[in-house]
């Protein structure tokens, strides 16, 4: 397993920017965001690879941007255009050994 800490979150109103951090003790491989709301499953919101692909859920492309950062082991989703249905608990994780972070709540506003 790799300890991974996630931060950046808080409320923003809507339309607003927030970029949520990523830390990994250690090297880390493909990396993923997730979110989850009460009462609904877990989401793939974004991946970005170690060679620097990406890939995005339909609904936040052209809005989010993954990025990382390898020689410190971060990796970070900027979020543009904020809508109150990205609310929710964002995860990030390592897919090399499917770790997960504690998770970093995103509150938009209306």
């Known amino acids: 397993q790799v300890q991974l800490v996630e931060s950046g979150g808080g409320w923003v109103p809507g339309g607003g920017s927030l970029t949520l951090s990523c830390a990994g003790q250690?090297?880390?491989?493909?990396m993923a965001w997730y979110r989850q709301v009460p009462g609904k499953q877990r989401e793939f919101v974004a991946l970005i690879s170690r060679d620097g692909n990406t890939k995005y859920q339909g609904s936040v492309r052209g809005r989010f941007t993954i990025a990382r950062n390898e020689a410190n082991n971060i990796v970070y989703l900027q979020m543009n255009d904020l809508q109150p249905e990205d609310t929710a608990v964002y995860y990030c994780?390592?897919?090399?050994?499917?770790?997960w972070g504690q998770g970093t709540q995103v509150t938009v506003g209306t």
């Open positions: 250690e090297s880390i491989g493909a």
């Open positions: 994780n390592d897919t090399r050994s499917n770790s």
